[in-house]
Nanobody, 126 residues
Framework: VQLQASGGGLVQDGGSLTLSCAAS????????MGWFRQAPGKEREFVAA????????YSTDSMKGRFTVSRGNAKNTAYLKMNSLKPEDTAVYYC????????????????????WGRGTLVTVSS
């Protein structure tokens, strides 16, 4: 399975971006898809994830209020819509896929995810 993340770029403080993650190269049902990010000099952190049935989880209340994770009808694509972006949101954003989460479980820990995309850079200028 290959994951391709896209949609990153440069945006001003308060702006919006939508990231996409497309899974290809295999058929995996009942998987979860998630988003992580890594800022310069910091460890990778969980952002949001979505279960096979559409349940969602966010890292913090702040992200829950500004970010929305979703997936396409074919379920092999995940999206992260980010509103009210702040300079501290600047990071490389990675999408990931967990093949073992089943129908309703939403994975949050990086070790739960089996496949990772290369990442897409989001830069928020002040």
């Amino acid at each position: 399975v290959q994951l391709q993340a896209s949609g990153g770029g440069l945006v001003q403080d308060g702006g919006s971006l939508t990231l996409s993650c497309a899974a290809s190269g295999g058929t995996v049902s009942h998987h979860c898809m998630g988003w992580f990010r890594q800022a310069p000099g910091k460890e990778r952190e969980f952002v949001a994830a979505i279960s096979w049935t559409g349940g969602t989880s966010y890292s913090t209340d702040s992200m829950k209020g500004r970010f929305t994770v979703s997936r396409g009808n074919a379920k092999n694509t995940a999206y992260l819509k980010m509103n009210s972006l702040k300079p501290e949101d600047t990071a490389v954003y990675y999408c990931a896929l967990d093949t073992t989460c089943g129908l309703n479980y939403v994975s949050r820990r990086s070790r739960e995810f089996d496949y990772w995309g290369r990442g897409t850079l989001v830069t928020v200028s002040s």
